[in-house]
DNA sequence: CTTGCATATGTAAACGTTTACATAAATTGT
DNA sequence: ACAATTTATGTAAACGTTTACATATGCAAG
């Protein structure tokens, strides 16, 4: 491979005026330029960003730390970094922790050892050690799908509490009193905590009494939902709604009822989290909180790479979250 | 921050000595190697993996490029490639094209730039320019989801064909005689055309008329399905079933049945392919063809790190795909 | 104790850029 | 045509590792 030194020679130049016609051609002269381009040409060069990184101390690269790229709302966020990424030329290493917080860790090392200029982390414990060391050692990070309202972490988040409120609050409007939650392990995501502490007040601040029995903690995953579901309705007295605090779950929830027999939504009515592409498109339609994922991405992005550059003072961002009422929840029979 | 030789001033010993606690502590005596080992704590050294690029001319970093994240199935196989990267210690920079061959161009040269030790391809256009540029230049790459049998570059992928075929040809010995096809654009995916060549075989195998109307191309998406299917069945002779060249497509269709009044599936059989994990969970089940995703991104990983490693020659792999029967076909009407 | 050998450590160049600084060349005004 | 200024180019060090090679150290056998 053919280096900046080769081109020189071949142009009769110096290695700076190669390097300037690749990073600030309008410094060079017209011929100059001419003759360097004509080498490059020649001898097929090809830069190394590797090596600009090396002595400019920066990538030009970011990581991307997400539980797992097999659940849509993650896929969204991540295109919405990547096509801000994209745009300012900056490079995307995507890592996933399957919520295991080892896993975090290392990746958080082995990206920066590999020099990342940041970090974008869905982290499984944003309160843990990880994220301490990376704010003590200043290293830039957003958080995403955060739940801190301040502190001194940057963070792009949604009002998980108010999420789950809404949910809920929608159910009991319908007339639910036996309403269920199924909810991803709390060890895991504290967003799924938070989901059910909205959850809890609101049934609270409707005088509905609160039912251990109809709290499941599962993985996030479509047979966790269906299997958790199917529990619950096993009960002497099963719940009439359930709020699942993410779409799969939800969409396992209706296959588990389903394989119960049941009718959708008479028999159960079910609230989502996430709005997932697909969830307007199955029967009944989900009714679900909407979060913003390709703008949360995207903002996050945005805030890292300002950060970075500018040095700027943490901001914690909190997004419009909604509930968007579909086909799959309805009114208590009888 | 501090590198190898603050350590090594702080140790007394010489930077190839660090470098080697760090590489190869068998190596070194104990005692050293306790020193050194103390010094990194102290100067809190963190390695630079950018800089050993540098010199050993390979970042452990692959590149990752496929259409779009927010397709599952794309997601799945992204999930295997980085499985495997990361169980041997690599990193992975993803990149979406969106189906458009610049933005694959000006990724492959984007992460050739950064050095990147090899790519994994789910190409827009694998016979094009850029595949062909790079097999000139003996970089190591492998083609996903890839069509083809044989050539100079290494591949992975299944039989679109046969996968074509099978689909339709379930859906004729159901007794189906009017059999759409929603395919994805052919210009953007020489899969989707194969999957048509293989219905179109199929069907003419079994005698029956191709009628060009029952062929849509769209984009690969849920809106796309549904508007096709909608199209194709307000026809006087509308079909009875039709062949979707992905899940996406399929469940749109599905929708666009049912917004149109249908029952599914007698009203409509529909076959998808990709067998997404959502498949399964909607009512009714979607009968699909089932590519091996997570496998093929896996195996495509390790053929990738052999073939940077080993200089291995070029292979083509075709896994089985295989057809799923559920609920969303059935026999036709009357 | 030596000698010889194996093993541990040190030396210094190399990797391909960028960039501060120095110098040379072009341009302007007189 | 010359000085003064602006603009273009060159020089060389720096970035943080690795590694071939040279040297030093430890150990076993005589």
Same mark, same amino acid.
């Given at each position: 491979?053919?280096?900046?030194?080769?081109?020189?020679?071949?142009?009769?130049?110096?290695?700076?005026?190669?390097?300037?016609?690749?990073?600030?051609?309008?410094?060079?002269?017209?011929?100059?330029?001419?003759?360097?381009?004509?080498?490059?040409?020649?001898?097929?060069?090809?830069?190394?960003?590797?090596?600009?990184?090396?002595?400019?101390?920066?990538?030009?690269?970011? $990581? !991307? *730390? %997400?539980?797992?790229? &097999?659940?849509?709302?993650?896929?969204?966020? +991540?295109?919405?970094?990547?096509?801000?990424?994209?745009?300012?030329?900056?490079?995307?290493?995507?890592?996933?922790?399957?919520?295991?917080?080892?896993?975090?860790?290392?990746?958080?090392?082995?990206?920066?050892?590999?020099?990342?200029? $940041? !970090? *974008? %982390?869905?982290?499984? &414990?944003?309160?843990?050690?990880?994220?301490? +060391?990376?704010?003590?050692?200043?290293?830039?990070?957003?958080?995403?799908?955060?739940?801190?309202?301040?502190?001194?972490?940057?963070?792009?988040?949604i009002d998980n509490y108010q999420g789950g409120?809404?949910?809920?609050?929608?159910?009991?409007? !319908?007339?639910?009193?036996?309403?269920?939650?199924?909810?991803?392990?709390?060890?895991?995501?504290?967003?799924?905590?938070?989901?059910?502490?909205?959850?809890?007040?609101?049934?609270?601040?409707?005088?509905?009494?609160?039912?251990?029995?109809l709290l499941a903690q599962t993985d996030y995953?479509?047979?966790?939902?269906?299997?958790?579901?199917?529990?619950?309705?096993?009960?002497?007295?099963?719940?009439?709604?359930?709020?699942?605090?993410?779409?799969?779950?939800?969409?396992?929830?209706?296959?588990?009822?389903?394989?119960?027999?049941?009718?959708?939504?008479?028999?159960?009515?079910?609230?989502?989290?996430?709005?997932?592409?697909?969830?307007?498109?199955?029967?009944?339609?989900?009714?679900?909180?909407?979060?913003?994922?390709?703008?949360?991405?995207?903002?996050?992005?945005?805030?890292?790479?300002?950060?970075?550059?500018?040095?700027?003072?943490?901001?914690?961002?909190m997004l419009e979250s909604s509930l968007i009422?579909?086909?799959?929840?309805?009114?208590?029979?009888?």
């Amino acid at each position: 491979m053919s280096t900046i030194l080769d081109v020189a020679k071949l142009a009769g130049v110096s290695t700076a005026t190669v390097s300037r016609v690749i990073n600030s051609p309008e410094t060079v002269r017209g011929g100059t330029r001419k003759k360097v381009t004509r080498a490059m040409k020649i001898c097929n060069y090809k830069y190394n960003a590797l090596a600009r990184g090396f002595v400019t101390k920066q990538s030009d690269t970011i $990581g !991307l *730390i %997400i539980p797992t790229i &097999n659940n849509p709302v993650f896929a969204e966020s +991540t295109s919405g970094v990547q096509d801000y990424a994209d745009q300012q030329k900056i490079q995307v290493i995507l890592g996933n922790t399957y919520y295991r917080n080892e896993q975090e860790e290392s990746l958080v090392q082995t990206l920066r050892e590999k020099q990342v200029d $940041g !970090l *974008i %982390i869905t982290s499984t &414990n944003p309160k843990g050690a990880i994220i301490k +060391t990376l704010t003590d050692e200043n290293f830039p990070f957003v958080l995403l799908y955060s739940t801190v309202k301040k502190g001194d972490a940057s963070a792009v988040g949604i009002d998980n509490y108010q999420g789950g409120y809404r949910a809920t609050d929608h159910l009991v409007k !319908l007339g639910h009193e036996r309403i269920g939650m199924v909810a991803g392990s709390f060890s895991i995501s504290d967003r799924s905590f938070h989901r059910w502490h909205g959850y809890r007040q609101c049934i609270k601040d409707h005088g509905i009494a609160y039912d251990k029995d109809l709290l499941a903690q599962t993985d996030y995953s479509l047979t966790g939902g269906r299997d958790s579901v199917k529990k619950m309705l096993s009960y002497k007295k099963p719940p009439t709604a359930v709020f699942c605090s993410n779409d799969f779950l939800a969409l396992g929830a209706m296959k588990g009822a389903r394989e119960l027999g049941l009718n959708l939504p008479q028999d159960l009515s079910i609230v989502g989290f996430d709005d997932i592409p697909i969830a307007s498109y199955v029967i009944p339609e989900l009714t679900t909180i909407r979060q913003p994922a390709y703008e949360m991405g995207k903002l996050g992005a945005k805030l890292l790479l300002q950060c970075i550059r500018e040095q700027t003072k943490p901001v914690q961002l909190m997004l419009e979250s909604s509930l968007i009422i579909r086909g799959s929840t309805t009114g208590v029979p009888g």
